[in-house]
């Protein structure tokens, strides 16, 4: 399995950008493969272009995303059961239940397979604006910052992503989270204010 993996990622490189956009919609909806293999490659062969290349892996990653949510909405639940383990689902559905939409930006941050929060978003019926604005932060932020981990630390930024990618992503989830936070607080105290 992991031999035909790395054949379709060659495959995949061949084709450059495109092979990148396709990789990264059908990660988000029903592929194995996530673009990180594609676009630190590429990124690092091409530094000038990686923040462009970053920028079409997000934006196809979120078009993807909307591809999972209708696979979600029009199948519903027996779609997620068949493509993964009964546990796999139980454990998205608890952090929707925990975490409601903030789960969509941890998905989409972490190695987690995202297509599965994706296709559960659909499920729940969660609204695609939502899905579309916390895609777009998670998986901006992931990708954007492994482009600038490729210009700062150019070939080197492979071993140091693979070393660090857990603990990366978790720094960068829970940054994001905390602006999140703050935010409401600040919107908060504004209409209190207003208010008065």
Not at 5 to 26: D, K, N, P, Q, R
Not at 104 to 127: D, E, H, N
Not at 183 to 188: A, D, N, W
Request: positive net charge; proline residues 5%; without cysteine.
């Amino acid at each position: 399995m992991s031999e035909l993996i790395h054949t379709i990622e060659e495959w995949l490189m061949e084709y450059g950008l495109w092979g990148l956009a396709l990789v990264s919609f059908a990660d988000s909806s029903f592929f194995p493969i996530p673009p990180d293999v594609l676009l630190i490659p590429m990124g690092i062969a091409n530094p000038d272009s990686v923040l462009f290349y970053a920028f079409i892996t997000t934006l196809t990653s979120v078009i993807g995303a909307l591809l999972g949510w209708y696979i979600g909405k029009k199948l519903g639940r027996p779609v997620l059961t068949y493509l993964f383990k009964e546990d796999k689902v139980q454990k998205v559905e608890h952090y929707f239940i925990k975490y409601g939409p903030m789960a969509i930006l941890m998905a989409a941050l972490t190695p987690v397979p995202y297509k599965i929060f994706t296709i559960f978003a659909g499920v729940s019926r969660i609204r695609l604006r939502t899905l579309v604005i916390w895609s777009i932060i998670g998986r901006g932020a992931r990708f954007f910052a492994e482009a600038l981990l490729i210009l700062f630390l150019g070939a080197q930024a492979k071993t140091f992503i693979d070393e660090n990618f857990a603990m990366i992503t978790i720094v960068g989830a829970l940054a994001i989270i905390a602006v999140y936070f703050i935010f409401l607080y600040l919107k908060k105290r504004n209409n209190a204010k207003t208010l008065k």
